[in-house]
């Protein structure tokens, strides 16, 4: 949610920080994208992020000035804050439970507007639906199931687009 939509159409942005902060976003690809973009693979899938980073060294780093739970959770405070004011995309939204209805939290999401993000991953779909026929298309598969199969995942994956859009109505920014 932190990551402009228009970024997320920048070849130099995109393969340089790729397409989500975490590769625990399960954003399963840079579906804001178009083919005029002229983005490489590593602008389009999934990659570990400056997020995951983070989340290593907050586990792993040694705490020399803890010695009990709450000078623990004091250090781990300190340095949170102090990351956090250095990087804005290292901020965690629980996006597996969401409780809070905070539209930034969702899973496959992308950018930092759902409308617009939304609106590009549609054009793809309809890119898609096009050449269906013809990437599915097997010889022995007399009953078109490949093509069915593919079809109900881009009705699922327009779905999502639909569903992330929907969440930032009457939804609530969680602090």
């Not at 000035?65 to 949170?80: I, K, M, P, R, V």
């Not at 898609?128 to 990437?135: A, G, N, Q």
Request: with cysteine.
């Amino acid at each position: 949610s932190l990551v402009p939509v228009d970024s997320l159409r920048s070849k130099s942005f995109v393969e340089k920080y790729g397409h989500t902060p975490s590769i625990m976003d399960y954003a399963r690809f840079n579906y804001v994208a178009q083919p005029e973009d002229g983005i490489s693979r590593a602008g389009i899938f999934p990659r570990i992020g400056d997020y995951d980073i983070w989340a290593i060294e907050w586990g792993h780093k040694p705490m020399f000035n803890a010695f009990d739970d709450e000078s623990d959770h004091y250090e781990l405070e300190a340095l949170t804050s102090k990351r956090l004011a250095e990087n804005p995309r290292l901020w965690f939204g629980d996006g597996e439970t969401n409780r809070t209805n905070d539209s930034r939290c969702q899973t496959e999401d992308l950018g930092d507007n759902a409308m617009k993000a939304g609106e590009y991953g549609i054009l793809n779909l309809k890119r898609i639906v096009k050449k269906l026929p013809e990437w599915t298309y097997e010889r022995n598969d007399i009953h078109g199931q490949n093509l069915d199969d593919m079809y109900s995942q881009v009705v699922t994956q327009f779905v999502r687009y639909v569903y992330h859009v929907e969440e930032n109505i009457g939804g609530v920014y969680a602090d």
